[in-house]
């Protein structure tokens, strides 16, 4: 999903706010974030779930003073054990869940406050106070996650009930999220200094590193310059690699680009004054996701997405057959 989806999710989500901070009681019930076949998108009250949240939560404040963080902790611990036939039926596949809290703050009055995480990774953070007529709103892609005990709490919650309804393969777990935050900072070199460039990506003892593979790059780069489209010069870097049996690569976890572009499409190859028509777009490729992040030039923050292999739209499988071929080539894994 893009930030247009998550961009158009908060006004159906404001909506339902709207709706809830208007409700005299203060309490909280779990939204589900519903997309149906002819793409359509509403939140929809979760009744089982909002159960099994106070159920936890009650059980906790049993033993334990009760707080506000309290509910957080409380949707871990359901996440861990959620009773059966939890998961919403009927029509539609679930994308995301939000908590929504209705409160009385002392400095503020009634507010209601909203955190959503959805199967892709990204998270919606609201703070509504009744008094004013506008939310705050933060919509974060998964490179900017912020991975506090809130985030990681309702994104085991959203997993575990994904599983139960048999809808998991959608779901992008937490070391893609990790990996996206360094391939970010990556991107974010290579705008800077105006380069193209094909890097790999090993697994370390702390996490993910993205290495430069100036070699690569550079062999990639004279295909380009030749005439050729940046994944026509991938796939035939991958069968050049293939004929001569290259000594393998066994560590290596991915593969990816970085290449600069104008809005129709063509690579840009110089030094130009106006680089607000220019896009950076990184594509990554690892085992189990495609990564694809576009950063045009001069905007804060890059639109990420991390497609899960395993279920994968048609829209990308020649990215990803030209990326997989180039990471199979590497690893000594010919496909002849």
Known sequence: MSRAFHEACNTALRTAMADLI??????WILLGCITTD???TSWRHLPGLTAGLQAAFDAR???EEAT????FDAAADLAESLPPDTAPSGDGELRGIALVCNIDDTDYGRVCIVDAVFDDAWSHTVFWAAATAAPNWEILAPPDQTASDRWWALFALLSAVLAQAGQEERFVRADQVALSASLAEQLEEYMAAGLHTVFVIVRTRTGWEALPATALAER??????AGAQPLEALQALSAEIEAKAPVPVLDLAGIGTV??????GSVATGQYEDLSKITAHLVALTDTALHSGAWVHGQARPDWQIHPRA???TD???VEAAYAALLEALRGNSSA
């Open 316 to 318: 990308y499988m020649p």
């Open 259 to 264: 290449v600069h572009d104008f809005d129709d």
């Open 220 to 225: 990639v780069g004279a295909k380009v310059r």
């Open 38 to 40: 002819d793409g359509r």
């Open 68 to 71: 506000y963080g309290s509910i």
């Open 22 to 27: 208007s409700k005299p009681q203060a309490g």
């Open 311 to 313: 279920a994968l739209h």
């Open 61 to 63: 404040a049993a033993v």
